[in-house]
C-alpha cells in the first residue's frame, strides 16, 4: 500500500530542490552566456527554462498547501504542468548538448591552427560557432545539471500521475482523502477506554476512576432523566428527607396548592363527583370596541 503521508512530504522535497537547482543551473549557464561571442538559442533557452520554473514551482508548492486555494490544485493540472516540464527540460538539454557537439565539429572542420585541432574538444569550439572556449566548457556542465533537472522533473510527475490515477478512481485526491481516520484519533480514542490511562472512562475493574457529584452518582445508578427530575421535584414540594430512589413510591405534589386556573377560575369539583367550568357570561357574540356592537 502506497505509504500517502511519505509521498507528499517527498513530492514537497523534490520540488524545493527543483527551485534550489534551478539557481545552479542559472548560474552556470549564465556563465556561458557571459562569455565571448555570441550565445547560441539553446543556451538562451535552458536560461529561459530556469526562470519559467519559478511560476510552476509557486503553482505546485502553494496551491495545495491552502485551503482557498486547493481547488486550483487539480491532480490533472498538476500531472499537466509536470510533463510539460518534463518534456520542456529534456528538450532543453538535449538542444543545448546538440549545439555544443555541432560547434565542436564544425571547429574541427573549420580550424587551421594545427595545435588546436589537435587538441579538439572546445578548443575548436571558437571556430566552430564564434564563442569562446569557456562558452563549451560551460555548456557541458549545464547539459549535465539540466539532465539532473530533468530527472527531478520526472519524479514528480511520477507522484502527480499517481495522484491522477487515484483521482479517477475515486473522485478526490489522495492528498486529500480523509476517508481513513488518522493515527492520532485513533490512538485517543483507543486511550479513552483504556485500562491504564488516569483519563480513561472504565478501568479494567469496571469501576469509576473520578469522583462525582451527587449527579453523576444518580448516572452511575442508572437513572433515567425523569427520575432524577421527579427527585428535584419532591425535593421541592415534599419536606420528606429521603432521597428518590426507582420503586419507591413518590409523592406527586400532594403537598401542592390546587390549581388556580387562569386568573384564579379553576374547574369546580361539586360534591356529586361531575366537573363544570366556572360561570361566565351566557352571550359570547362580539361587541366591538368598548362593550358597544
Known amino acids: ?5 511519505v509521498m507528499k512530504k517527498a513530492n514537497l522535497g523534490l520540488h524545493g530542490f527543483q527551485a534550489l537547482w534551478s539557481i545552479v543551473v542559472m548560474g552556470v549557464i549564465s556563465a556561458s552566456m557571459l562569455a565571448e561571442g555570441r550565445a547560441g538559442s539553446s543556451a538562451k533557452f535552458m536560461f529561459t527554462m530556469c526562470w519559467l520554473n519559478v511560476p510552476a514551482l509557486i503553482y505546485l508548492i502553494m496551491t495545495p498547501r491552502f485551503q482557498r486555494t486547493q481547488m486550483f490544485a487539480h491532480p490533472y493540472w498538476v500531472i499537466g504542468i509536470n510533463v510539460f516540464f518534463s518534456v520542456l527540460w529534456f528538450a532543453a538539454f538535449v538542444s543545448l548538448a546538440t549545439y555544443t557537439n555541432k560547434g565542436i565539429a564544425n571547429g574541427e572542420k573549420k580550424e587551421k591552427d594545427d595545435k588546436l585541432k589537435k587538441q579538439g574538444g572546445c578548443a575548436v569550439f571558437k571556430a566552430g560557432t564564434g564563442e569562446a572556449e569557456k562558452a563549451c566548457q560551460m555548456n557541458k556542465s549545464a547539459i549535465g545539471l539540466g539532465v539532473f533537472m530533468w530527472f527531478l522533473w520526472l519524479g514528480t510527475t511520477a507522484i502527480a500521475g499517481y495522484a491522477a490515477w487515484y483521482y479517477s478512481k475515486h473522485s478526490v485526491s489522495p492528498f486529500e482523502d480523509l476517508s481513513t481516520p488518522s493515527h492520532d484519533i485513533q490512538e485517543t480514542t483507543k486511550d ?7 483519563y480513561s472512562l472504565i478501568n479494567k475493574n469496571g469501576q469509576r476512576t473520578h469522583d462525582y457529584d451527587e449527579d453523576d452518582t444518580d448516572l452511575e445508578h442508572g437513572r433515567s432523566a425523569s427520575v432524577a427530575s421527579s ?9 420528606e428527607t429521603h432521597d428518590a430512589h426507582p420503586g419507591r413510591p413518590l409523592s406527586w405534589a400532594n403537598e401542592r396548592e390546587p390549581y388556580a386556573g387562569i386568573g384564579g377560575h379553576a374547574p369546580i369539583a361539586p360534591a356529586d363527583g ?12 362580539y361587541q366591538g370596541a368598548g362593550g358597544r356592537l
Open 1 to 5: 500500500m502506497v505509504n500517502v503521508g
Open 192 to 198: 479513552a477506554f483504556s485500562s491504564n490511562d488516569e
Open 231 to 239: 427527585r428535584y421535584q419532591h425535593s421541592a414540594y415534599s419536606h
Open 274 to 285: 361531575g366537573m363544570s367550568m366556572p360561570h361566565g357570561p351566557d352571550d359570547y357574540s
